[in-house]
């Protein structure tokens, strides 16, 4: 993992650095829903049925190179908060997870028209839990086979990006994304989060 968050952070020093002399467009401040579904090998059946819904709220702005027409590298910050049943009758009764994601993005964007861009987009999301909840400090139910199934989730995690945006006047845009879970969720067994969204950015 740790090898895993090096690679992250460097790709992300050495992309901005490259940006630096490169235009760049108005920030986008977004906002949308959030869905977060579970698989592994480890994942309890109740997980695998059922997911978790929530928000995100966060900003993210795109680099242009002047060589490259249409190709962009797209970082952001998102704050996401997920919640839903545990399935149990005992605590925790809910499932909550809160954390800041950092999306590192390759986007691709054409023009369908003069007030129409289209663009695609995929790359790592580092997701950092925050807060006193399920995601960084309580107990996770992962499966009811082993002796204890109860178990800290990780703090850190890694998901890999992909999606397609559309915007509008060059004022509004829709995102509509998926994130897969690379790394394990919890640390000792094979979970995996997976992310849905889908929101509205607007350009400023």
Not at 62 to 76: I, Q
Request: glycine content about 10%; proline content about 3%.
């Amino acid at each position: 993992m740790k090898k895993i968050l090096v690679i992250l952070l460097s790709a992300a020093a050495l992309l901005t650095c490259a940006n630096a002399s490169a235009q760049s467009t108005e920030w986008r401040a977004g906002i949308g829903y959030a869905n977060v579904s579970f698989n592994g090998d480890d994942c309890s059946d109740y997980l695998k049925e059922h997911s978790l819904s929530g928000f995100y709220i966060g900003i993210n702005k795109e680099f242009y190179f002047s060589t490259m027409a249409g190709l962009t590298f797209e970082p952001g910050l998102y704050f996401y908060y997920h919640s839903g049943k545990s399935g149990y009758t005992t605590d925790p009764k809910f499932m909550k997870m809160s954390y800041l994601a950092v999306p590192l993005n390759i986007k691709y964007t054409f023009e369908a028209s003069p007030e129409l861009l289209f663009g695609l987009y995929t790359g790592p999301v580092l997701n950092i839990g925050v807060g006193g909840n399920v995601y960084s400090k309580e107990k996770f139910v992962t499966n009811t086979d082993i002796t204890d199934p109860m178990h800290k989730l990780t703090q850190m995690g890694i998901q890999w990006d992909f999606g397609v945006t559309a915007a509008f006047s060059e004022a509004v845009q829709i995102r509509l994304g998926y994130a897969l879970g690379m790394s394990r969720l919890v640390k000792e067994r094979d979970v995996h989060s997976n992310t849905f969204n889908v929101g509205i950015a607007f350009m400023f």
